[in-house]
């Protein structure tokens, strides 16, 4: 598989559509991850899902962090490969063929597993790995998830009398309040976020239990879940690239606004009237399940519609035929799965290429 | 890359999320096409930016179809090095770098591509390659093409003056059409189109311009454009598959029926209440652009919500935990460029598995 541009090539002479990195924001989004967790007893395990791609689970564990989340065993098994020695699979994994690859995962590097149900405890100790296992509270996402209090501390004591599982702690993530558009709201759903982990934690140490870990929290949040002193880790994945979705939230102390550091790049391939432009990137290129990609530093321009090879920009001094365009996608996370490679590029050049090897893992 | 699946594996052995094609549907879907188009003087192109995949490219020329259509340069490498001597690229083409690997196709295979634009036609010609030329009709769908009538003439002489390029006729489709949900209204639109179609083909005789073909037409609307005399080609891609946007039409004579054809096998990964079952394909398995995938086989139950990794079931019978389903995605094509195989399956046996080489084909 071939890259899509060369090292060197000057931005707009990369063919497209294509998914660009830009690297001065992307190393700034890093760097502001780490200075608002200074002085904070809480680390970092940002989600690999959002990027899929070892090259930046790297550069985020040389940034502080501990290791990385994934969503599946395949995306854990593309961290391992590419050298990333610590992987949480913050989700339930559930069947015998995924569970033995989880376990032989577990011999190259350590690996950690949610649970929310007992017999999928038992299917996973019957794997004979040892695992790190985590008991997904069920925050109000309404997803997975024990509820928090008693049902917890019964799952975590199952854990505990299944050998060769290790009791991790607690995986507490409350997806639904990400994208909550205001500050305050979002605080008010992670302070009662945080009394349910904090009265599980209570009785969890009245039973004898140990709960090292308390893990959850994303980029719309997570100095929220710091300051309440509730979590000790953090997952927070979209804050590397950020999306039009995201910059529609209200962002104020204490979360910081990251930058953008994700685009498509597009050409404009129709000029059919004078009413619309045309790129070369519809659905199949940037994920419109949270709406329409924007258009970078055009702010007369509108694109309104996508289908699925196609989108429709409107607007005030439309692009010229050919024409170049930067998109900022709706969505980053199913934007990224979408693409074999990352163009990174600096200052209008390319500077890398990053293969995205965990594009399209599923399973 | 290793299949996700092997020849003589039982379906419900096959780990998820896993695209399947129920093969006994995909053919008869195949010979519906047929007999829809017995002693009518049309010609079937199908469209492989649903499929993206020589081997059932083949299949629909095997059942009497001319060639391809695709809507990317890199989406007819792939037909091309699969075996596939005639693509049309059914959309405009912008750029030099592309152009040229336009060019460069056409040595390997009869290449199509159209055109709304004179300035681009002459990049065309500059690539040097002796390529078909259809003039894109805008009828209504507001992307690309020209107007019908004079404009369409006047680009058709410039591609007529524009060596070594030959005007090979005209693209008339209307997306917009294919998922109107009555035939009546449908067919309204279509009666349109045909009559922009009939009038720019008579001024193309007037100015004494042979007009070799009209092509056109989708899954949804294709016998209308037949019905009409306007068409000779069509270009419906997702009746191989069907999906659950399209069983949302109204059918009814002469629009055959086809049939699901296309799956997404996934697992329930979590019963964590009495009101919901969790699936491990979300939205990355399951593209939600035209809607939520609908449960086969299941009427009782509903797929509410997707997030990128999960969806929520709710209804009567609730899956139990480790339980496999059948969803029908709600839009095929977008689906299909998710993964990287199909897992063809018959009588619940796996009988091929299918690479799809144009995934992610973008450019």
Partial sequence: MRAPASIGQRLEDVDTPALIVELDAFEKNLATLGETLKGRNVRARPHAKTHKCPEIAKRQIAAGAVGVCCQKVSEAEAMVEGGIGDVLVSNEVVGAQK???LAELSRRARIGVCVDNPENVRQI???GAKLDVYVELELGMRRCGVEPGQAAVEL???VMNSRPLRFAGLQAYHGRAQHVRSVAERRAIIEKAAADVRRTRELLRENAI???IVTGAGSGTYMLEVESGAWSEIQPGSYVFMDADYARNEWAAPLPRFEHALFVLSTVMSRPASDRAIVDAGLK??????GMPTVWAKPGLIYVRASDEHGVLEGKELPRLGEKLLLVPGHCDPTVNLYDWYICVRAGVVE???PITARG???
Same sequence: chains 1, 2.
Wanted: charged share 20%; glycine share 0%; with cysteine.
């Fill in 210 to 212: 140990d709960c090292p």
């Fill in 156 to 158: 975590a004591k199952v």
């Fill in 361 to 363: 893992a599923l399973r």
């Fill in 352 to 354: 890398a290429v990053w």
């Fill in 285 to 290: 290129a940037s994920s419109v399940d949270s």
């Fill in 125 to 127: 100790a019957a794997a």
């Fill in 99 to 101: 569970l033995a690859r």
